[in-house]
């Protein structure tokens, strides 16, 4: 079992498997000028799939494919396959929806059966001022595909001042009838332009005022380890509603995730810029066992949250998330 400095136990991998994305959603991505990296640049299926091995040697009992958009990448499917070999891992997948619908069968096939979907506003206009992109009808829609087929649907959407904040109440209304949870999510700077929001109005505690004053006394749901989520549930409604707060970094004591880039960076935090090229050292011809006590070591060396692993940065957070995958 991996463990790091601070007792966690490290059993949950969020593996980017691309750095490209076909929407451009502001608090992500700037709309021009973005440096993708080229494909030599990135783990390969082979690599990434070798990683996964020796953390599943480690006790690894989770991983979520993230990106960019995941979808865009060819092979994606094989890979899931792959992973769907190693017994017991649950399998996730984060994505923004757009070329979703058409592999919900074979999702269900592989046992993936929790998916997190990106969905900021349930306002057409709205939608596409955020994503930079008018796909709102085929999220949508592949929203409806997931949860008729029974997927563990998670929507995720960022909060932000002055863009969607109307959709607050919408999008936790949508838990009325649906057995899904909608997770509001803290604006962070990972936006890719080195700056990030002024002053976070939307933070954890506005967001549950603010639906608290709308729904009533809500339930608090028991936290399990390593949930980043607060969560509630609305008297009578089939879902529940969580806010993340991920600006705040009010969950970093049960954090077990370890986080791998599409470059192959080890991420140790959210907040930290990288702390081990594994691209690199794989590409030298390294050993099974090397891996894994690059793994121990860099864990055995992790800070205690994400404010300790911001300081300890080379320089200011300039990155956007699709390199980091959330
Ligand atoms: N493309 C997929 C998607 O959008 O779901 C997966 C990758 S995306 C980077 C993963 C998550 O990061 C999404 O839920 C997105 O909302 C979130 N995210 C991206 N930039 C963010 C930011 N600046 N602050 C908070 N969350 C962010
Ligand atoms: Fe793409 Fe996801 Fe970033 Fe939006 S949040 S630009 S969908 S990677």
Redesign the pocket.
């Known amino acids: 079992m991996l463990y790091d400095n601070h007792g966690r136990e490290m059993t949950y991998l969020r593996l980017a498997v691309t750095d490209r ?1 076909n ?1 451009r ?1 502001f ?2 991505m700037p709309e021009e000028g973005i440096h993708y990296m080229p494909e030599k640049q990135l783990l390969t299926w082979e690599e990434m799939m070798r990683i996964v091995q020796q953390l599943y040697f480690l006790g690894l009992r989770k991983i979520r494919i ?5 979808l865009i990448r060819q092979g994606l499917m094989e890979f899931l396959e792959e992973l769907s070999r190693l017994d017991g891992l649950e399998i996730c997948l ?3 929806g757009v070329l979703l619908e058409k592999h919900i069968p074979q999702l269900a096939k592989l046992g993936v059966r929790s998916i ?3 969905l ?1 506003s349930l306002d057409r206009k709205r939608f596409h001022q955020i994503t930079r992109r008018d796909d709102f009808d085929v999220v949508y829609s592949t929203m409806m595909r997931l949860i008729e087929a029974d997927f563990k649907v998670k929507i ?1 959407a ?1 909060v932000m001042d002055g863009k969607n904040e109307l959709d607050i109440l919408a999008l936790a209304q949508l838990t009325k009838q649906y057995p899904i949870s909608v997770r509001f ?7 890719g332009s080195g700056k990030g929001p002024a002053i976070l109005k939307w933070d954890f505690i506005k967001i549950v005022d603010h639906l608290k004053a709308h729904f009533g006394d809500m339930q608090a749901i028991n936290l399990s380890y390593g949930e980043t989520a607060l969560r509630y549930q609305i008297p009578g409604f089939k879902g529940d509603v969580g806010v993340i707060a ?1 600006f705040s970094r009010t969950f970093c004591g049960t954090c077990n995730r370890i986080r791998l880039t599409a470059m192959g960076e080890v991420k140790t935090c959210l907040y930290d810029d990288g702390v081990f090229d594994l691209k690199a050292f794989l590409r030298q011809g390294v050993s099974d066992e090397d891996i894994r006590q690059t793994f121990i070591t860099l864990f055995g060396n992790r800070p205690k949250d994400g404010f300790e692993a911001e300081k300890n940065r080379k320089g200011i957070i300039n990155e956007s ?2 390199s ?3």
């Open positions: 994305c929407l959603c608090y992500c993230t990106g960019g958009e995941p984060t994505s923004n997190n979907l990106s900021d995720n960022v999510i803290e604006e962070m700077p990972f936006n991920a998330m699709t980091i995958g959330g």
